[in-house]
Protein backbone atom coordinates (compact mmCIF):
# COMPACT_ATOMS: atom_id res chain seq x y z
CA UNK A 1 0.00 0.00 0.00
CA UNK A 2 3.00 2.35 0.58
CA UNK A 3 3.74 2.05 -3.09
CA UNK A 4 0.65 3.11 -4.01
CA UNK A 5 0.31 5.89 -1.64
CA UNK A 6 3.72 7.25 -2.94
CA UNK A 7 2.34 6.62 -6.46
CA UNK A 8 -1.14 8.59 -6.10
CA UNK A 9 1.29 11.53 -3.65
CA UNK A 10 3.73 11.73 -6.95
CA UNK A 11 0.65 11.70 -9.34
CA UNK A 12 -1.21 14.49 -7.71
CA UNK A 13 1.99 16.74 -7.21
CA UNK A 14 2.63 16.47 -10.90
CA UNK A 15 -1.35 17.28 -11.56
CA UNK A 16 -0.80 20.15 -8.92
CA UNK A 17 3.10 21.19 -10.98
CA UNK A 18 1.26 21.38 -14.79
CA UNK A 19 -1.94 23.12 -13.67
CA UNK A 20 0.77 25.90 -11.99
CA UNK A 21 2.69 25.83 -15.17
CA UNK A 22 -0.27 27.58 -17.27
CA UNK A 23 -0.13 30.97 -15.47
CA UNK A 24 3.71 31.10 -16.52
CA UNK A 25 2.79 31.32 -20.29
CA UNK A 26 2.54 28.06 -21.33
CA UNK A 27 -1.36 28.29 -22.03
CA UNK A 28 -4.29 31.06 -21.99
CA UNK A 29 -4.11 34.64 -23.63
CA UNK A 30 -0.84 35.09 -26.32
CA UNK A 31 0.69 39.28 -26.20
CA UNK A 32 0.29 40.71 -28.87
CA UNK A 33 3.27 41.63 -30.59
CA UNK A 34 3.99 44.95 -31.04
CA UNK A 35 4.95 46.14 -34.59
CA UNK A 36 7.14 49.42 -35.53
CA UNK A 37 7.19 51.27 -38.30
CA UNK A 38 10.05 50.64 -40.38
CA UNK A 39 11.60 54.45 -40.67
CA UNK A 40 11.77 56.10 -44.23
CA UNK A 41 15.03 56.44 -45.58
CA UNK A 42 16.77 59.90 -46.66
CA UNK A 43 16.68 59.65 -50.66
CA UNK A 44 18.08 62.32 -52.39
CA UNK A 45 17.75 63.15 -56.29
CA UNK A 46 18.94 65.83 -58.79
CA UNK A 47 15.73 67.43 -60.36
CA UNK A 48 17.21 69.98 -62.02
CA UNK A 49 20.73 71.86 -63.02
CA UNK A 50 21.99 74.62 -64.76
CA UNK A 51 25.04 76.91 -65.93
CA UNK A 52 25.36 79.94 -67.60
CA UNK A 53 25.85 83.26 -68.23
CA UNK A 54 24.07 86.24 -66.41
CA UNK A 55 24.42 89.79 -67.17
CA UNK A 56 24.87 92.67 -64.91
CA UNK A 57 22.15 93.93 -62.72
CA UNK A 58 19.82 90.86 -64.17
CA UNK A 59 17.82 87.63 -63.11
CA UNK A 60 18.14 84.38 -64.26
CA UNK A 61 16.38 81.45 -63.67
CA UNK A 62 15.56 77.34 -64.51
CA UNK A 63 12.31 75.81 -63.70
CA UNK A 64 12.36 72.66 -61.96
CA UNK A 65 9.64 69.74 -61.05
CA UNK A 66 9.72 67.60 -58.02
CA UNK A 67 7.47 64.65 -57.87
CA UNK A 68 6.30 64.65 -54.17
CA UNK A 69 6.88 66.76 -51.33
CA UNK A 70 9.84 67.26 -49.73
CA UNK A 71 13.36 69.65 -49.14
CA UNK A 72 14.61 71.38 -52.16
CA UNK A 73 18.56 72.01 -51.26
CA UNK A 74 19.76 74.65 -54.09
CA UNK A 75 23.87 75.31 -54.47
CA UNK A 76 24.52 77.96 -56.75
CA UNK A 77 28.16 78.83 -57.60
CA UNK A 78 29.25 81.85 -59.91
CA UNK A 79 33.01 83.02 -61.22
CA UNK A 80 33.80 86.41 -59.22
CA UNK A 81 33.89 86.42 -55.79
CA UNK A 82 33.20 90.18 -55.23
CA UNK A 83 29.79 90.01 -57.11
CA UNK A 84 26.61 90.40 -54.78
CA UNK A 85 24.34 87.50 -56.26
CA UNK A 86 20.86 87.01 -54.54
CA UNK A 87 19.58 82.89 -54.81
CA UNK A 88 15.42 82.46 -54.82
CA UNK A 89 13.28 79.64 -55.03
CA UNK A 90 9.24 80.68 -56.36
CA UNK A 91 6.31 78.19 -57.30
CA UNK A 92 6.27 78.35 -61.29
CA UNK A 93 2.17 79.62 -60.90
CA UNK A 94 1.68 81.84 -60.85
CA UNK A 95 4.61 82.69 -62.51
CA UNK A 96 7.70 85.22 -60.80
CA UNK A 97 7.73 88.16 -63.63
CA UNK A 98 10.36 90.77 -62.69
CA UNK A 99 7.95 93.21 -61.84
CA UNK A 100 6.76 91.36 -59.55
CA UNK A 101 10.19 89.96 -58.19
CA UNK A 102 11.46 93.46 -58.14
CA UNK A 103 8.44 94.32 -55.69
CA UNK A 104 9.06 91.11 -53.55
CA UNK A 105 5.79 90.27 -54.27
CA UNK A 106 6.32 86.69 -56.04
CA UNK A 107 5.55 83.85 -53.17
CA UNK A 108 8.93 83.00 -52.44
CA UNK A 109 10.00 79.75 -50.71
CA UNK A 110 13.51 80.66 -50.24
CA UNK A 111 15.11 84.17 -50.21
CA UNK A 112 18.87 84.38 -50.16
CA UNK A 113 19.61 88.06 -50.35
CA UNK A 114 22.74 89.19 -52.04
CA UNK A 115 25.91 88.49 -50.58
CA UNK A 116 29.72 87.90 -51.87
CA UNK A 117 29.52 84.33 -49.89
CA UNK A 118 29.95 81.58 -52.42
CA UNK A 119 29.27 79.08 -53.29
CA UNK A 120 25.34 79.60 -52.29
CA UNK A 121 23.14 77.05 -50.63
CA UNK A 122 19.52 77.55 -49.25
CA UNK A 123 16.62 75.09 -48.87
CA UNK A 124 12.89 75.35 -49.60
CA UNK A 125 10.39 73.55 -48.37
CA UNK A 126 8.15 72.47 -51.12
CA UNK A 127 5.11 70.94 -49.71
CA UNK A 128 3.58 69.06 -52.90
CA UNK A 129 5.23 67.90 -55.94
CA UNK A 130 5.42 70.42 -58.96
CA UNK A 131 6.99 72.89 -60.70
CA UNK A 132 8.95 75.41 -59.07
CA UNK A 133 11.66 78.42 -60.52
CA UNK A 134 15.23 78.82 -59.37
CA UNK A 135 16.00 82.79 -59.64
CA UNK A 136 19.28 83.68 -59.69
CA UNK A 137 19.88 87.82 -59.74
CA UNK A 138 23.00 89.35 -60.16
CA UNK A 139 23.16 92.97 -58.61
CA UNK A 140 26.43 93.34 -59.44
CA UNK A 141 28.13 95.81 -62.32
CA UNK A 142 30.11 92.35 -64.06
CA UNK A 143 28.83 89.97 -65.95
CA UNK A 144 28.73 86.69 -64.17
CA UNK A 145 28.80 82.65 -65.29
CA UNK A 146 26.44 80.83 -62.58
CA UNK A 147 26.05 77.29 -62.06
CA UNK A 148 22.97 75.50 -59.93
CA UNK A 149 21.89 72.46 -58.79
CA UNK A 150 18.47 71.56 -57.28
CA UNK A 151 18.43 68.48 -55.34
CA UNK A 152 15.30 66.63 -54.07
CA UNK A 153 15.57 65.72 -50.36
CA UNK A 154 12.65 62.95 -49.12
CA UNK A 155 13.17 61.69 -45.46
CA UNK A 156 14.96 62.05 -42.65
CA UNK A 157 17.86 63.52 -44.30
CA UNK A 158 20.71 65.50 -42.88
CA UNK A 159 20.40 69.21 -42.92
CA UNK A 160 21.84 70.86 -46.37
CA UNK A 161 25.72 71.15 -46.03
CA UNK A 162 26.06 68.63 -44.10
CA UNK A 163 26.72 66.02 -46.61
CA UNK A 164 27.75 66.70 -50.49
CA UNK A 165 24.36 67.01 -52.22
CA UNK A 166 24.75 64.05 -54.59
CA UNK A 167 24.87 61.47 -51.71
CA UNK A 168 21.89 59.09 -52.66
CA UNK A 169 21.91 59.79 -56.26
CA UNK A 170 18.92 58.36 -58.12
CA UNK A 171 19.43 59.88 -61.22
CA UNK A 172 19.53 63.60 -62.64
CA UNK A 173 17.29 65.90 -64.02
CA UNK A 174 17.92 68.11 -67.03
CA UNK A 175 20.59 70.60 -67.60
CA UNK A 176 19.25 74.06 -68.89
CA UNK A 177 20.99 76.72 -69.35
CA UNK A 178 19.94 80.02 -66.95
CA UNK A 179 17.62 82.42 -69.00
CA UNK A 180 17.38 86.40 -68.34
CA UNK A 181 14.04 86.90 -66.62
CA UNK A 182 14.32 90.42 -66.84
CA UNK A 183 16.09 93.41 -65.03
CA UNK A 184 16.78 94.59 -61.73
CA UNK A 185 15.44 98.19 -60.62
Request: aromatic share 4%; glycine share 14%.
Amino acid sequence: MVGLERRRTTWLAGSVLLASLGGCGGGGTTPTPVISATPTPCTQSIVGSATGSLPAESVGGIGFTTPVAGRADVTVDWTLATSAIGVYVVPASPQCAIDSFNARTCGFLAVSEPSAVKPRKVSATVTTGGIYQLMVANYSGDDESVSGQIVLSIGPCPTFGATSPTTNRRGSGPALSMREVGRLR
